[in-house]
């Protein structure tokens, strides 16, 4: 076969084919006499174990596992296979602890608040992190507490609780502080109870979407190491 036959099945380009050829993501390749790639129904499966697992583990990480697969190294193949799998179990979790922090937080206020707004030292012991933790995320956006106006000290009314809440637990699922900032951002625009749980609806659905790719990827994968080991 030629590689506009392999890209056909696909949708790509010849010339796309050959980078992922280059690339390593191909079982070398033999050449005719006048140097024109000539693939087998190997590289045809190949391709498409490639283009399955770029879909659940993105393009860098299927690049690597079909490299390793390429030169025989499958312990390689099944570590990242694993962390990839992983990766998405640790943000299952963290949605989860997510979405109940939000079932518990919206709608009533916390017995201590419905006093006085914390103090940095209060919601510091509330969450079981240091004062120090509370300074750094407002420093990078996560919090925005108000000022005593008469005394310049941080105070954590409920909606800078509720926040403080969700980054402990998106801490605790690993997330950067980056992504933990974008994330307290998003819900700040979303804004309501209704808005809440789409987001998180469209946050289960994305990792419905990738757990069954990673399973595709998977099963392509296996095929194709299959007919590897033929004869």
């Given amino acids: 076969m030629r590689p506009v036959d392999l890209a056909r099945e696909h949708g790509l380009s010849a010339q796309t084919v050959r980078n992922y050829d280059a690339a390593g993501v191909l079982p070398p390749t033999e050449r ?20 399955a697992l770029h879909r659940g583990h993105g393009h860098r ?6 490299r390793a697969v390429n030169r025989g190294d499958t312990d390689t193949v099944y570590r990242l296979i694993d962390a990839a799998h992983a990766e998405l179990g640790a ?3 963290t949605r989860a602890e997510v979405a109940t922090a939000l079932g518990e937080l919206s709608g009533t206020t916390p017995a201590p608040l419905r006093g006085q707004p914390l103090t940095v030292g209060e919601l510091a012991r509330r969450l079981g992190v240091h004062a120090a933790t509370l300074r750094t995320w407002e420093a990078d956006g996560i919090l925005h507490p108000d000022r ?20 402990r637990q998106l801490r605790r699922g690993g997330y950067p502080l ?13 804004g309501g109870a209704e808005p809440l749980r789409a987001f998180l609806d469209s946050w289960q659905e ?22 590897r080991a033929q004869p």
Avoid: K, N
């Fill in 32 to 51: 005719t006499a006048t140097g024109y790639r000539r693939y087998t129904p190997l590289h045809a499966q190949a391709l498409r174990a490639f283009l």
């Fill in 61 to 66: 990480a299927a690049v690597d596992i079909m």
């Fill in 148 to 167: 005593d106006r008469a005394t310049g000290y941080r105070r954590y009314g409920p909606d800078a609780v509720r926040d403080a809440e969700i980054a």
């Fill in 91 to 93: 943000e299952r979790d």
């Fill in 178 to 190: 980056h992504r933990v900032a974008r994330f307290v951002e998003s819900l700040h625009e979303a």
């Fill in 206 to 227: 994305r990792i419905a979407a990738r757990s069954r790719a990673l399973l595709t990827g998977a099963a392509h994968l296996d095929t194709y190491l299959t007919t």
